[in-house]
Nanobody, 124 residues
């Protein structure tokens, strides 16, 4: 399994951004995919997850309303749309794949495969 996140960069507060993660592997299209982030000096935190078919989504409470996760299984890609970006959204964003037997919504230990992350910096 390989996961490659992209789409990060330097943006201004209030902007929107869409992150992408290209996923490869035999079970990707049936697996839960998720986004996490690690802000400077902080622990990694869960952001959002989407079921294998894309019909179910799950968000951290702080992300509801500003984050939208989606996936395109034909392109083996998962997306994270972020609107109304805030300086506190500055972080490295990682995509991850849960193991095949994970239930929905997943918990963090379910995610066994991780990409390298993409940096989002939000200036005020």
């Amino acid at each position: 399994v390989q996961l490659q996140a992209s789409g990060g960069g330097l943006v201004q507060a209030g902007d929107s951004l869409r992150l992408s993660c290209a996923a490869s592997g035999r079970t990707v299209s049936r697996s839960i995919l998720g986004w996490f982030r690690r802000a400077p000096g902080k622990e990694r935190e869960f952001v959002a997850a989407v079921s294998g078919s894309g019909d179910r989504t799950h968000y951290t409470d702080s992300g509801k309303g500003r984050f939208t996760i989606s996936r395109d299984n034909a392109r083996s890609t998962v997306y994270l749309q972020i609107i109304s970006l805030k300086p506190e959204d500055t972080a490295v964003y990682y995509c991850a794949k849960a193991h095949s037997d994970s239930r929905f919504p997943p918990i963090e230990p379910d995610f066994l495969f991780w990409g390298k992350g993409t940096l989002v910096t939000v200036s005020s």
